[in-house]
């Protein structure tokens, strides 16, 4: 084991993993944390904590994975490469896993202009720093784990590891498609160990990309968790199809929300997700999956239900033997 | 070359109100080619200036020269108009000529003024349109990736693109803007050098760009 | 209106492409209709010679109106002078705005050779509207400025 976490475990032991998404609040109270956190509980393996996503200021994604630790949960920090430079991002890095946040997800992030969207003013002028994009990122968190050295070449202090299971993200139907699986295998070959997919709606379409990976061996060599979003209505899926680069939406999945409204059109989502998931599990290479309702974290328990994911597995409570073993 | 835009009208207006005897100075360089800030266009402000004055009832003197660049020493020493009968001069040239000119003026009571707004380095891409093409990093990759610049071009400077925003060739921030890496990608493919594309640059010094400070080169085979 | 504004008789300057505003012109003459005297014609080999500070400069020396006259759209002996002339007279009015000049003082005209009924009409249009609009806001307030022989002090005003 390299960190010992969680996810490390069920990966390692060919479970069928099941994360999903929480937003931390744009206020400086952790009650929606731990509110949110309780729907999650026993529903998933890991609880991926977003930083700052589409640019909008939130509590920071590093002090968030920490309560979740101290909930006894497992968080996967999101580490985004848009506002930090390599010096606060590996200061970032020791202080959360210092705390026992395992796994980190390293993400470019949405530019800062996504920031001024419906009502939010957000930060359009705000300077961005892409110091590093993803793919330098994870092999950045690959040295300071396997090497114990820093970026630029200095080692960690001994006895003081950096111990996380290094993630990044994937956007299988992103343009140009026929570039993505190439893109996976760059982020692969810089150390990811497990990858989240953005939300996929066009199975038929994904099943394709993952041939390629799967010929290229990279589903071996990175656990690969198709991503979900939570459709809610129509209109948030034809805004998705229009506007979001990478997600592409069936029209027979649109269809579906037809004259449905409200608890029916909830209703209808949960339904489509459940049966995504289900399609999902059958393609070849996948290993999990990535569940993102955004804002709608109290319906994770009815989702996972309805798409057989329950009962989470168990993994024994060996993780400080794990710990001292490597150390 | 140096795309800038001129300021606006009633932001420069602001700007010379202190002063009385103004030379507006035009730069025969890049702002000419770009159409912001060349002979023709400091005959036009000074122009604009002279009929504000009138219908603000500004006591304002407004000169204009157009110097051959406002960027090198023996130009900015050639200025005609007297330097005694100007409180100011409003630069029509890049951010760079303003900063010379500061620094070389003789007349130390003379302010120098900017006119335009600096943008980029670009090209002209039809008349009246031009964009961005180069970042001036200082440690060039174009070689890397097929002649069309990541750090210039993209909106996230990504040594490994394209990011998940990439869109129908477009990137994620607006329609209009190009997404370079989708081009790379197009072009490394058009030349056959794709699977380059699959390695992995390292995260790049930038130390060589504005973050190591202000930047200096010297020749000095050229120096005597 | 008042007895000033009635009286006041602007003065404009129309530049005319010699294809057609200046050729329309000259066939009003001829065929003695008659035009106010108070405009100044510039002759342009073609519209698209105009530049915003040919016109802005007509301004500061004292015209009250300014228009462009060029081909018909699509007639412009050179492919497309007449419509870089509309899009000119545009900017300008943009320029004028922002200095503090009314921007309806100038306008573009498209016409063709054989319209010199048109001209007149177009001399009498911009008559009639810059009379309405009075004289220049440049040269109203030209009697109030101070004398450019005067402004020789040195230092720069209140800094």
């Known amino acids: 084991m390299k960190c010992g976490s969680r996810l490390e475990r069920l990966i390692a032991g060919g479970e069928f993993v099941v994360t999903a998404e929480l937003g931390p609040p744009m206020g400086a109270s952790l009650e929606a944390v731990d509110r949110k956190a309780e729907f999650l509980r026993g529903n998933v393996d890991a609880i991926n904590v977003t930083d700052n996503q589409t640019a909008v200021v939130r509590m920071s994604s590093a002090s968030v994975a920490i309560r979740l630790v101290q909930l006894g949960l497992e968080p996967i920090m999101q580490m985004t490469a848009r506002d930090r430079n390599r010096i606060a991002i590996q200061s970032e890095w020791l202080g959360a896993a210092a705390w026992g946040v395992q796994n980190c997800l390293c993400i470019t992030g949405d530019h800062q202009s996504f920031s001024r969207a419906g009502k939010l003013l957000g930060h359009p002028g705000s300077k961005n720093v892409y110091d590093m994009d993803s793919i330098q990122l994870v092999r950045t968190l690959r040295i300071m784990r396997d090497e114990h050295r820093f970026q630029g070449g200095d080692p960690l202090e001994e006895g003081m590891p950096c111990r996380m299971l290094v993630g990044a993200a994937w956007t299988p139907l992103g343009d140009p498609i026929p570039f993505r699986v190439t893109r996976l295998a760059k982020k692969i070959a810089a150390g990811a160990e497990f990858i989240q997919t953005q939300g996929v709606y066009d199975m038929d379409a994904f099943r394709q990309q993952m041939k390629k990976v799967v010929d290229r061996g990279l589903h071996e060599r990175a656990a690969i968790m198709v991503g979900i979003i939570v459709p809610k209505s129509a209109g948030m899926l034809k805004y998705m199809n229009k506007a979001v680069a990478g997600v592409s939406v069936p029209e027979e999945i649109i269809n579906r929300f037809d004259g449905k409204k409200g608890s029916k059109a909830h209703a209808e989502g949960i339904a489509v997700t459940a049966e995504l998931i289900q399609q999902a599990r059958e393609i070849e290479g996948v290993r999990g999956v990535h569940i993102m309702a955004i804002e709608w974290e109290e319906k994770i328990p009815e989702i996972v239900t309805a798409a057989g994911l329950l009962p989470r597995p168990q993994v024994e409570d060996d993780v400080a033997e794990t710990v001292a073993e490597n150390a | 070359m140096i795309i800038a835009q001129r300021k606006k009208f009633e932001e420069l207006l602001e700007m010379v109100r202190p002063y009385r005897r103004v030379l507006v100075l035009g730069c025969g360089g890049c702002v000419t080619v770009c159409n912001a800030g060349g002979e023709k266009e400091a005959g036009l402000l000074a122009t604009e200036l002279r009929l504000a004055a009138r219908t603000h009832g500004l006591d304002l003197e407004v000169k204009t020269e157009t110097i051959t660049r406002q960027c090198d020493p023996e130009f900015v020493e050639a200025i005609t108009t007297p330097l005694a009968e100007i409180d100011a001069i409003l630069s029509t040239a890049c951010g760079v000529g303003v900063n010379f000119l500061t620094e070389r003026i003789t007349d130390r009571r003379i302010t120098v003024l900017p006119a335009l707004n600096t943008s980029f380095y670009g090209a002209t891409e039809s008349h009246g349109e031009w964009s961005e093409k180069c970042a001036g990093c200082g440690n060039c990759v174009l070689h890397l990736t097929g002649g069309l610049c990541p750090v210039g071009r993209c909106a996230k400077t990504l040594s490994n693109g394209p990011c998940g925003g990439s869109n129908n060739g477009k990137c994620e921030i607006n329609t209009d803007a190009d997404c370079i890496w989708a081009a790379i990608v197009e072009r490394m493919e058009e030349l056959g050098r794709l699977e380059e594309l699959e390695r992995i640059e390292e995260p790049r010094d930038w130390s060589t760009a504005r973050h190591g400070g202000p930047r200096k080169t010297v020749r000095e085979d050229l120096k005597i | ?159």
Request: contains cysteine.
């Open chain 3, 1 to 159: 209106m008042s007895q000033t504004q009635s009286q006041f008789e602007p003065r404009i300057v129309a530049f005319c492409c010699h294809y057609c505003a200046y050729t329309a012109a000259d066939l009003a003459g001829s065929s003695r209709l008659a035009y106010p005297s108070n405009v100044t014609i510039v002759r342009l080999p073609c519209s698209g010679k105009i530049d915003a500070i040919h016109i802005l400069q007509a301004f500061e020396d004292g015209a009250d109106g300014v228009y462009v006259a060029g081909c018909m759209e699509g007639d412009c002996h050179f492919v497309s002078g007449n419509l870089r002339a509309r899009k000119r007279v545009e900017h300008v009015r943009s320029l004028l705005s922002e200095v503090g000049i009314h921007p309806q003082r100038v306008e573009m005209f498209n016409l063709s050779a054989a319209m010199g009924q048109r001209f007149v009409e177009i001399v009498n249009d911009m008559t009639d509207r810059v009379r309405e609009l009075g004289p220049s806001e440049v040269s109203l307030r030209r009697v109030a400025t101070v004398d450019d022989e005067s402004k020789a002090a040195p230092a720069a005003k209140d800094k």
